[in-house]
């Protein structure tokens, strides 16, 4: 008689507790070995106390889905997360995963059951994203479980296998610089009150919620910029979206532009007897502008200007298009629209950016062909300024060693490889890349080095025997020239 913890299944790693109580027995899996023993340590009070029922025990019930579901709603996404997504997370709950998963128990969901609840929501007409989505929901809970000892494994991990979104990339709409002047034209033309609230939007890339919650307080007149504290969603004022504040700059524009929109709002509040608003943007009658109250106008003034339908959002890729159209790094976008990850700004603006693939592949090409053109008469481009300035050094070099005296008796080519291999030997019609870096004069010598940079280049060089190296060798007027290895390079010296 007693209570018992082990290994079903020696080496499984999943915990199970034997009772033997009043010639009766029961086995329930527990998950892991912590959790298996803290319900034997309570099973064993409740048979002490004589209060145990091996029929229906409170620890051997099993956990169903629903009721971890509401502890971890309670607990975790209450703490944790804004209310906005709370709802979300609510909301996916009642639809989808309780009515498929709350009766079992949470250590009895298995892989094959998430496929099948993925599966069931995609033949509902629910997109991909969406699936995803709430597969991810569930993941959340089950490593939850994890983390309290419940299981063992997520059952719901690595959902790309199972439901394929879409790539973001390519698939953003935005106004290019023509439409965005037309679309502000027809704002200042036809609905001048809402003007500043459609440039900040497309000078800013903010959110809707974030143009709403903004307040006179957060825009810094002097340094040209505006602190994004705080997002509505729904009513309620709380941070922005990646929970972190950030600054966006101001174009010279658009600072002006606010600051008329602030006297304006001095003198009709002055009018009324009312005292400034503290938000930036408010409805006609003073009162907190919506974002609901938005989509009309926005929607006449694209049809006004003759513009296709677009989500207000659309503005904010607008913003960002514009940046990098004009050049600006994507580090820089990140930073403005107020990205978690620079990976994100590159998944949905990457290929935005202009000339990116065009330098890529502009540098396989080979600089010789940047210098003299692949065949007679092309002209090339430009050469680059690190290549410039090397063909100058190797020219004055070779301007010096013409200055310092020493001439060819007989001219030849001469190949550093065909040295290696002929022992020294100088090989003629081959081609030499060297040049010239004359030593002090009072030494009275000057060294020829082998160039590899400049390779291309073929440069004349004396007729002469050489031979191989011998340490400690004097080099004497008149005698032959010898070859040393220095960090790789030929090096031949002459006797001036």
Same mark, same amino acid.
């Given at each position: 008689?007693?209570?018992?913890?082990? $290994?079903?299944?020696?080496?499984?790693?999943?915990?199970?507790?034997?009772?033997?109580? !009043?010639?009766?027995?029961?086995?329930?899996?527990?998950?892991t070995k912590r959790a298996a023993k803290e319900s034997a340590v309570k099973i064993e009070k409740e048979i002490a106390? $004589?209060?145990? %029922?091996?029929?229906?025990? $409170? &620890?051997m019930r099993p956990l169903l889905f629903r009721q971890y579901a509401e502890r971890w709603m309670k607990q975790h996404v209450a703490m944790n997360c804004k209310a906005e997504t709370a709802r979300n997370y609510r909301y996916a709950l009642d639809v989808s995963l309780l009515p498929a998963l709350g009766g079992k128990g949470i250590r009895e969901i298995t892989r094959d059951d998430v496929k099948t609840l993925c599966f069931d929501m995609k033949q509902k007409g629910l997109s991909p994203?969406?699936?995803?989505?709430?597969?991810?929901?569930?993941?959340?809970?089950?490593?939850?479980?994890?983390?309290?000892?419940?299981?063992?494994? %997520?059952?719901?991990?690595?959902?790309?296998?199972?439901?394929k979104v879409p790539s973001r990339k390519g698939r953003v709409d935005f106004l290019n610089p023509g439409e965005s002047r037309k679309l502000l034209a027809t704002v200042l033309e036809h609905f001048p009150r809402?003007?500043?609230?459609?440039?900040?939007?497309?000078?800013?890339?903010?959110?809707?919620?974030?143009?709403?919650?903004?307040?006179?307080?957060?825009?810094?007149?002097?340094?040209?910029?505006? &602190?994004?504290?705080?997002?509505?969603?729904?009513?309620?004022?709380?941070?922005? !979206? %990646?929970?972190?504040?950030?600054?966006?700059?101001?174009?010279?524009?658009?600072a002006v532009v606010l600051s008329e929109h602030r006297r304006a709002m001095a003198r009709e509040a002055l009018a009324q007897g009312h005292t400034l608003p503290e938000r930036v943007f408010v409805n006609p009658e003073g009162g907190e502008l919506k974002a609901s109250s938005v989509v009309k106008p926005y929607q006449?003034?694209?049809?006004?200007?003759?513009?296709?339908?677009?989500?207000?959002?659309?503005?904010?890729?607008?913003?960002?298009?514009?940046?990098?159209?004009?050049?600006?790094?994507?580090?820089y976008v990140k930073e403005q629209m107020g990205h978690s990850s620079i990976q994100i700004t590159v998944d949905v603006y990457g290929h935005l950016e202009p000339g990116a693939n065009r330098e890529a592949v502009n540098r396989l090409d080979d600089p010789e062909w940047k210098i003299q053109g692949r065949k007679t008469g092309e002209t090339a481009p430009p050469a680059h300024p690190e290549e410039i300035a090397r063909q100058g050094n190797a020219n004055n070099s070779l301007k010096e060693l013409g200055d310092s005296g020493i001439r060819p008796a007989k001219v030849g080519l001469y190949h550093e490889s065909q040295a290696c291999a002929a022992g020294g030997a100088a090989v003629p019609g081959q081609a030499a890349r060297v040049d010239a870096v004359p030593l002090p004069a009072n030494d009275g010598r000057t060294t020829l080095r082998a160039n590899r940079i400049l390779r291309p280049r073929q440069v004349h060089v004396p007729d002469v025997d050489v031979r191989k190296p011998f340490p400690g060798d004097a080099v004497r007027r008149g005698e032959p020239v010898r070859r040393r290895r220095r960090g790789g390079g030929a090096v031949l010296r002459k006797v001036a």
């Open positions: 008689m007693g209570v018992t913890v082990r $290994e079903k299944v020696p080496g499984s790693d999943e915990w199970w507790i034997f009772i033997n109580h !009043k010639g009766k027995r029961a086995s329930k899996r527990a998950g106390l $004589e209060r145990f %029922n091996i029929e229906t025990p $409170e &620890e994203g969406v699936v995803k989505l709430r597969g991810t929901i569930l993941g959340g809970i089950f490593n939850a479980a994890i983390e309290d000892g419940l299981l063992v494994g %997520n059952p719901a991990i690595r959902l790309g296998k199972i439901v809402w003007f500043p609230f459609f440039l900040t939007a497309l000078r800013t890339g903010m959110r809707v919620g974030e143009l709403i919650a903004l307040q006179w307080e957060d825009i810094d007149w002097n340094g040209k910029f505006i &602190e994004v504290r705080r997002a509505i969603s729904r009513g309620v004022v709380g941070t922005p !979206k %990646n929970g972190k504040p950030r600054r966006i700059d101001i174009s010279d524009r658009l006449r003034i694209l049809a006004k200007a003759g513009l296709r339908r677009l989500r207000f959002h659309d503005l904010r890729h607008s913003f960002a298009s514009a940046l990098l159209a004009n050049g600006e790094p994507l580090a």
